[in-house]
Every structure is written in C-alpha cells, then in structure tokens.
C-alpha cells in the first residue's frame, strides 16, 4: 500500500465530500429540523442531475440549468409533502412512494439510464479535471464557495425569518405549533420542498464533476446524508452550537465520510462491502451518544451527602 495513492486521492475526497454535503445538509433538515423520515432523496439525487443535464444539451446556460434542476427536486419534495399530509400517507411510505416513481420519471426526463455531459462542449462550473489545478476553476474552492456563501448563509438567513421559524418550531412540537396558529401541514411541505431541492442542486454539481447522470447515481444516498449528519453532530456536536455552524458540520461530515470511504479502498477492502461499512459506520456514530449517556455518568459513593440526604429523608418520613 503506498500512501501517495491515498494522499493523491485527498483533494478528489474533498470536493466530493463537499458537493454531497449540501445533500447531507438537505437531509439534516427533514431528519434534524423538521423530525421527518424522508426517503425520497434516493430518487432526487437522480432527478437534479438528469435535468441539469438536459436543460444544457437543449442550450440553457448552467445556472439557470442549476436552477432547473432545483426546482425539479422542489417538485419531488412537494409530491412527497402532498402524500403525506394531503392523503395522510406515513412521511416514510411516501417518501418511498415518491423515490419509486422518480425511477421512471428519471429514466423520461433523459430518454435513457445514462446522459454524459462534457467540459470540452460546455461550460460547466466545477469539473473533475481540475480538483488538482492551483487556481480558480479548482471544484474544491468553487464548492466550497457555493457551500458557504450560496447554501448555508442562505438558509440561516431563511430559519431566521417567521416562515422559518415556523418550520423550525414544527419539527419541534407540531402541537404547540398548531395551537400558535401555524399551517404544520404547510410547513411540512415546505421543509420537504426545501429539502429536496437542495438534493436536487447537489446532484446538479456532481453530473458537472463526475460528467455524467445516471438513473442510479442516487442510490443509497439516505445513508450517506444521515452518515454525513450523524459523523457531523458526534464529532463537532459540542464545539459547534450556532445553527450556521451545525450545517457546517455536516458537510465536514461528508467529507469525513469520504476520506474513510477512500481510506477503505487504499486499504485494499472489497469496495462491494461499502455499503455495509456505511451501515456499520452510521450505526457506531449513532451508539456513541447512547453509549455516553449510560456509562458516563457519575455514580454516588455511599456515604456522600446526596446518599445522607436520602437516608435521613427515608428517616422523616
């Protein structure tokens, strides 16, 4: 095993884990914020990549291909959000009601399982060419970029707002939020909109630096964001407590899932078991806190004054 294949691979890590961190993020936010199991982003991660590249072969230039493409998860989460409070649908059910029927709207929206999409044709924002590049066009500073100043400050603007607030305090205590007068079911629908369109914006930029979309880019794309979520929360949990900082640490948290990804290939481990590593990775971050909980706490000696209280309250009584 030679360590300069895997510090070669850094920078490629890097700028994946930061273009699956805005899906990670869209997933904190029904899965944190919004307290909503949604598996519909399986499909969405398919759905923004194949308008992405649609909207650019038919001539729409890249942002507003980007846009489409954003919209196109929009549409997906509002589906998801109509079946669940609409037809009063569990969120789960719908959300894999949703990611099954995308499989098929995908496969439309493309004519085909695959679309490549070239740098040399168009010109793309972020391109896989150039993650080791020292200058401008380099993904790693353009995601990074587009992760801090187009998602995340945008996002702390808009959970600061009412509306905001509004799907904050519903994943919060929906109860409590019905009796102040909030729409829940509209703030349901929102956040899933919200969710997935992020999803979708995210699978815009990796059709751009993989250089094609797939019908089954997305799957298994759950477990990565709840990965990214989970691995964010453990490890900056306690040092990051604003909300802007808390999404930061989720796309760290898919870069940090990326290098162990990449990790498992330099080690030479079959890249078949990836799944069940992620599956072991999540299930170890999510135990930790559990783990802490029962066995770190402070047992009282028996003759302390806690212990004395107790005895001479038993005595009174």
Not at 11 to 27: N, R, T
Not at 66 to 84: E, P, R
Not at 146 to 168: D, P
Request: charged share 10%.
């Amino acid at each position: 095993m030679n360590i300069m294949h895997l510090v070669n691979a850094l920078p490629g890590v890097a700028a994946q884990g930061l273009i699956w961190g805005i899906m990670a993020i869209g997933v904190y936010i029904t899965f944190r914020i919004l307290d909503v199991a949604d598996l519909t982003v399986d499909g969405t991660m398919a759905t923004g990549g194949a308008a992405f590249i649609m909207l650019t072969m038919a001539g729409a230039p890249v942002p507003l291909a980007m846009l489409g493409a954003f919209l196109a998860g929009v549409l997906a989460g509002l589906v998801t959000g109509l079946f669940h409070t609409a037809c009063g649908i569990p969120a789960i059910l719908a959300g894999i009601l949703t990611q099954l029927a995308l499989y098929s709207v995908n496969l439309r929206i493309m004519g085909q399982a695959n679309r490549p999409v070239s740098s040399r044709q168009y010109d793309l924002l972020v391109d896989q060419q150039s993650v080791r590049s020292l200058s401008l066009d380099n993904p790693i500073l353009v995601v990074a970029i587009f992760v801090a100043g187009a998602v995340i400050a945008l996002l702390y603007w808009f959970f600061g707002t009412e509306l905001g607030a509004s799907l904050r305090a519903t994943g919060s205590n929906p109860n409590m939020s019905r009796a102040q007068g909030i729409n829940t079911n509209f703030t349901k629908v929102l956040g899933l909109m919200l969710s997935n369109g992020l999803v979708a914006l995210s699978s815009a930029l990796l059709a751009q630096y993989q250089g094609f979309a797939d019908v089954n880019m997305g799957r298994g794309a759950i477990v990565i964001g709840l990965a990214a979520v989970i691995i964010g929360e453990v490890i900056f949990g306690k040092v990051f407590r604003n909300f802007a900082l808390k999404m930061l640490a989720v796309a760290i948290g898919a870069i940090l899932y990326y290098l162990v990804y990449q990790v498992v290939i330099w080690l030479g481990l079959n890249t078949d078991d990836m799944k069940l590593i992620t599956a072991l990775i999540v299930a170890a971050f999510l135990a930790i806190p559990y783990w802490k909980g029962k066995y770190a706490h402070v047992k009282v000696p028996a003759g302390s004054a806690n212990a004395g209280a107790k005895t001479g309250g038993d005595q009174d009584a």
